[in-house]
């Protein structure tokens, strides 16, 4: 494995791209009678987890409505945030990052430049001292407030590339699965340009995906090996949507739980009834912001404890 992400000058000159929201290729899904049978029965079939009280991997996925927005903390105290959810969601982070005691943040990645994923984050990298910025080069140029914010930030910036690791804390792995470099990604939608980042600590993963559809999906089958993908707990692509989550790569996964970040009554109509289906069906434990608020998973190397708010 590559020892570090390619590094590259902060560039603030790049053509906007025009693309702000949340790209969903599906149609409005209501939540018709089969839709919420589905949550009913995968809140009644959650397991009980076991208690976890040594040393831990602790990931926290926000409540921020409609969007992403992830806490990680190491077990030596190390600090990584996932997104910065959407324009008005900087205080819900910050409410958990102060619960935290996080005064810095040694590294901090922008999946995509989807306002839904980095609408806070110029107030984030106002608020917070960041080691590391890790992106992809499209959102660079994407906001004006987001490039003033790093460049007065001063922290070092990084774009991602598929199979590198990113130095973290030494008890734990970050691995760079997405996006694959060796392929043309110049056509692609940015949901499938996502950063999607596997995270190890001992025996216990999680697999963090953005908002990487099928496309992306393919691509790391295709070119990872199985092993790279294996992991507890999957914070499902794109909110649970349709689009994201096939079946195979799923296999691939394996995981124990799965997390959707996504707001009550969206407009999306997140989670779908795909993805719920394809969780009942293999008997995964289902967690979702807009019904559980902040989600935190606590991973020691062994097993997986979950708290919902």
Same mark, same amino acid.
């Given at each position: 494995?590559?020892?570090?992400?390619?590094?590259?000058?902060?560039?603030?000159?790049?053509?906007?791209?025009?693309?702000?929201?949340?790209?969903?290729?599906?149609?409005?899904?209501?939540?018709?009678?089969?839709?919420?049978?589905?949550?009913?029965? %995968?809140?009644?079939? +959650?397991?009980?987890?076991?208690?976890?009280?040594?040393?831990?991997?602790?990931?926290? /996925?926000?409540? /921020?409505?409609?969007?992403?927005?992830?806490?990680?903390?190491?077990?030596?105290?190390?600090?990584?945030?996932? @997104?910065?959810?959407?324009?008005?969601?900087?205080?819900?982070? =910050?409410?958990?990052?102060?619960? =935290?005691?996080?005064?810095?943040?040694?590294?901090?990645?922008?999946?995509?430049?989807?306002? @839904? =994923?980095?609408?806070?984050?110029?107030? /984030?990298?106002?608020?917070?001292?960041?080691?590391?910025?890790?992106?992809?080069?499209?959102?660079?140029?994407?906001?004006?407030?987001?490039?003033?914010?790093?460049?007065?930030?001063?922290?070092?910036?990084?774009?991602?590339?598929?199979?590198?690791?990113?130095?973290?804390?030494?008890?734990?792995?970050?691995?760079?699965?997405?996006?694959?470099?060796?392929?043309?990604?110049?056509?692609?939608?940015?949901?499938? +340009?996502?950063?999607?980042?596997?995270?190890?600590?001992?025996?216990?993963?999680?697999?963090?995906?953005?908002?990487?559809?099928?496309?992306?999906?393919?691509?790391?089958?295709?070119?990872?090996?199985?092993?790279?993908?294996?992991?507890?707990?999957?914070?499902?692509?794109?909110?649970?949507?349709?689009?994201?989550?096939?079946?195979?790569?799923?296999?691939?996964?394996?995981?124990?739980?799965?997390?959707?970040?996504?707001?009550? @009554?969206?407009?999306?109509?997140?989670?779908?009834?795909?993805? %719920?289906?394809?969780?009942?069906?293999?008997?995964?434990?289902?967690?979702?912001?807009?019904?559980?608020?902040?989600?935190?998973?606590?991973?020691?190397?062994?097993?997986?404890?979950?708290?919902?708010?």
């Amino acid at each position: 494995m590559k020892s570090m992400l390619r590094p590259l000058a902060l560039i603030l000159a790049l053509l906007l791209l025009g693309a702000f929201g949340c790209s969903d290729p599906d149609v409005y899904e209501p939540i018709d009678a089969e839709k919420q049978s589905l949550r009913e029965a %995968l809140i009644a079939a +959650r397991p009980d987890t076991p208690d976890v009280s040594g040393p831990s991997l602790e990931v926290v /996925v926000i409540d /921020v409505g409609q969007g992403d927005s992830i806490l990680l903390v190491s077990p030596e105290g190390k600090t990584m945030l996932v @997104d910065a959810g959407p324009r008005d969601s900087f205080d819900r982070i =910050h409410a958990v990052l102060d619960a =935290h005691g996080v005064t810095s943040l040694d590294v901090v990645v922008a999946t995509h430049p989807h306002a @839904d =994923h980095i609408g806070s984050m110029a107030k /984030v990298l106002d608020a917070y001292p960041v080691g590391t910025f890790v992106t992809i080069p499209e959102t660079i140029g994407m906001y004006a407030a987001v490039d003033a914010a790093l460049a007065d930030n001063g922290c070092f910036v990084c774009f991602a590339e598929g199979g590198t690791a990113i130095p973290w804390a030494d008890s734990c792995t970050v691995t760079v699965l997405s996006p694959i470099t060796t392929y043309d990604t110049s056509q692609d939608e940015l949901n499938d +340009r996502s950063v999607v980042l596997h995270v190890r600590y001992g025996d216990t993963a999680v697999l963090l995906t953005g908002d990487a559809e099928e496309l992306a999906e393919k691509r790391m089958l295709d070119t990872l090996p199985q092993s790279m993908l294996r992991a507890n707990v999957l914070k499902l692509g794109h909110h649970g949507s349709s689009s994201s989550t096939g079946y195979g790569f799923f296999l691939a996964v394996d995981p124990d739980y799965a997390v959707a970040s996504c707001g009550a @009554d969206n407009d999306y109509g997140h989670p779908h009834k795909e993805t %719920l289906s394809l969780l009942y069906d293999t008997r995964t434990a289902f967690y979702c912001t807009d019904t559980d608020g902040s989600v935190t998973f606590l991973l020691d190397g062994t097993a997986v404890s979950v708290n919902p708010s």
